[in-house]
């Protein structure tokens, strides 16, 4: 509740003027307190969305209790990437993606994207192994949909995103950022993340197969 009630407050009160849109906003638009983003709810998005990684931290534990089958399984070692990636996530919410600040010579929102940026291979490492250890220990192919529509979902993203670059190199009166229609990079930003809480709500509940523990 407090995750919801935090992100919606933070949403409504990003400035008219600023007309935030996921098409063109990323999530951390949201946590901004610069002037063309949102000065007045950014401290609200902090709230929310740390209220909302600490309920995924604790999808995960729940995970790793559940399909755990030893530290050198591969369902134990997918807790290693998995839980440092949202530590990295959890890290960047209070260095807000702003312009101002200096970290070693960069601006807050520097090094909020670059611990992002860090994030993604490691939370993709994490769930690849959670899948493949899920499969080792007995779960059907069938049964882990879920983990094949985000590689599906995943993969899309990567196919748009990487047309959008080929076709501004192509035409150099196209912008980079953020990205038209399916090209936009906001855009897949929001599909994946809110896929991602729902897909370690899955983890969470997830039957252990039924192989012998080694």
Request: net charge positive; proline share 6%; charged share 15%.
């Amino acid at each position: 509740m407090l995750a919801v009630l935090g992100l919606v407050t933070a949403w409504w009160l990003y400035p008219v003027a600023n007309h935030y849109s996921i098409q063109r906003c990323t999530i951390s638009y949201l946590g901004s307190p610069d002037a063309d983003r949102n000065p007045s709810g950014w401290r609200f998005y902090q709230v929310g969305m740390t209220a909302l990684i600490v309920l995924m931290l604790d999808l995960l534990r729940e995970r790793h209790r559940r399909c755990d089958r030893g530290t050198w399984s591969l369902s134990g070692m997918a807790s290693l990437p998995l839980f440092g990636a949202m530590g990295l996530l959890l890290l960047a919410v209070w260095i807000p993606d702003s312009r101002t600040g200096n970290v070693f010579g960069m601006t807050h929102g520097a090094v909020h994207t670059r611990m992002a940026i860090l994030a993604i291979p490691m939370m993709g490492l994490g769930l690849l192994l959670d899948t493949t250890g899920a499969f080792r220990d007995g779960l059907r192919f069938v049964a882990l949909w879920p983990a094949h529509l985000f590689a599906l979902l995943a993969g899309t993203a990567f196919w748009k995103l990487t047309e959008w670059e080929r076709m501004c190199r192509a035409d150099r009166a196209l912008k980079h950022w953020p990205g038209d229609g399916f090209h936009s990079t906001p855009l897949w930003e929001w599909i994946l993340f809110a896929y991602l809480v729902a897909h370690l709500a899955w983890m969470a509940r997830r039957q252990p197969g039924n192989s012998p523990t080694p």
